[in-house]
């Protein structure tokens, strides 16, 4: 089984992580740790990246493959790709085959398209909890998924895992 994380380093993305690692151990799966950068209007332009292990050199690091000039990724993503690899580092610790990749899009579009590129079987996501007046306005990333996958999506609320509420009395 490939299951595909995809992860927005907000507060749900330890408990998408456990969840994924439950799943992956129980199936003898595979993961793939995706990270979305959304769409801006910096007019700045990312390349994908999609390498297990990249090499960092002054202030930009380049696709390894790559040939084309204008490839280096920006040091402001380098960030986002190291706090992948540690995770994916994590999981290969516990014997689960991870691969890491940073997209640039539209989040439900690009995890769609990340899904059947890799050949998925399984989308994991976090769950932020918003209000249903808040996904009336603006929309959910997680009901995007929901809708439009055509394979099976695990919806992770931010206390998954065996996590327990805070008591507040």
Known sequence: MKILAALDFS???????????KIAAASSGNVIL????PEDNSGMEFN????PRQKRTGKYYREPDSTEEGDAVPLLHDRR???LQDMADRLKDEGIETAVS???GDPVNMVLEHAEKEG???????SHG???L??????????????????????VPPKASGERPENTH
């Open 11 to 21: 507060d749900t993305t330890e408990s998408v992580i456990r969840t994924t690692k």
């Open 34 to 37: 995706l990270h979305v950068i």
């Open 48 to 51: 994908p990246t999609t390498e």
């Open 81 to 83: 790709f190291r706090e």
């Open 102 to 104: 940073i997209v640039h």
């Open 120 to 126: 998925a079987d399984l989308i994991a996501a976090g």
């Open 130 to 132: 918003h209000k249903t």
């Open 134 to 155: 808040y996904q009336l306005f603006v929309g959910s990333i997680c009901a995007g998924l929901v809708r439009q996958s055509t394979i099976p999506v695990v919806i």
